[in-house]
T-cell receptor, first 112, second 113 residues
Framework: GDSVTQTEGQVALSEEDFLTIHCNYS??????LFWYVQYPGEGPQFLFR?????EKGSSRGFEATYNKEATSFHLQKASVQESDSAVYYC???????????FGLGTRVSVFP | NAGVIQTPRHKVTGKGQEATLWCEPI?????VFWYRQTIVQGLEFLTY????????DSGMPKERFSAQMPNQSHSTLKIQSTQPQDSAVYLC???????????FGPGTRLLVL
């Protein structure tokens, strides 16, 4: 079945640091790829998506590029703020199975 | 736009009791999804409705769990004879059909004692 792997379980940064979270996927079809962010006590919030190879998704300073050859969709942000502290999830949606397959999430903690 | 509404936000049940969780999708969205979130398993897909019809329940446990969507404005997830291992956050999401972005509600935190 489909799967998503996030390499980093936890990341600790200082404000203005550069953030990278690695996401790799395995899917039988040509999936759409997503990043969601979750704050305590809330459901996952949609950050952005990409649906085809080489497409870049972005929102709120975060970005990721769909790389079909490398089966990756790595999240980056150039300068993080304390308010970016949250859990970030990479996910995919297979065209034949509409439910999302999520990675295990990466907890990002940004310190002033 | 109110977003996806889930009630109750918290529910505590005793082992063996029934739990019913409610979801109101975003107005105009015809696809509704249910997910379960635990520390160990993370976010897991349970089931999916499109235009009120059940489309995919491949993630639903075969026993004790059922979901319905009697009208376009709400869906329910019912767990019969709850067990401690059912303790989790149950999330509902809605979207336009055919691969559109899913938007999540705040979840219902279920605790089975």
């Amino acid at each position: 079945g489909d799967s998503v792997t996030q390499t980093e379980g936890q990341v600790a940064l200082s404000e203005e640091d550069f953030l990278t979270i690695h996401c790799n996927y395995s899917a039988s079809g040509y999936p759409a790829l997503f990043w969601y962010v979750q704050y305590p006590g809330e459901g996952p919030q949609f950050l952005f998506r990409a649906s085809r190879d080489k497409e870049k998704g972005s929102s709120r300073g975060f970005e990721a590029t769909y790389n079909k050859e490398a089966t990756s969709f790595h999240l980056q942000k150039a300068s993080v703020q304390e308010s970016d502290s949250a859990v970030y999830y990479c996910a995919l949606s297979d065209p034949w199975a509409q439910g999302l397959t999520f990675g295990l999430g990466t907890r990002v903690s940004v310190f002033p | 736009n109110a977003g996806v509404i889930q009630t109750p936000r918290h529910k505590v049940t005793g082992k063996g009791q029934e739990a019913t969780l409610w979801c109101e999708p975003i107005s105009g969205h015809s696809a509704v999804f249910w997910y379960r979130q635990t520390i160990v398993q993370g976010l897991e897909f349970l089931t999916y409705f499109r235009n009120q019809a059940p489309i995919d329940d491949s993630g639903m446990p075969k026993e004790r769990f059922s979901a319905q969507m009697p009208n376009q404005s709400h869906s329910t997830l019912k767990i019969q004879s709850t067990q401690p291992q059912d303790s989790a956050v149950y999330l509902c999401a809605s979207s336009f059909p055919w691969g559109s972005t899913q938007y999540f509600g705040p979840g219902t935190r279920l605790l089975v004692l």
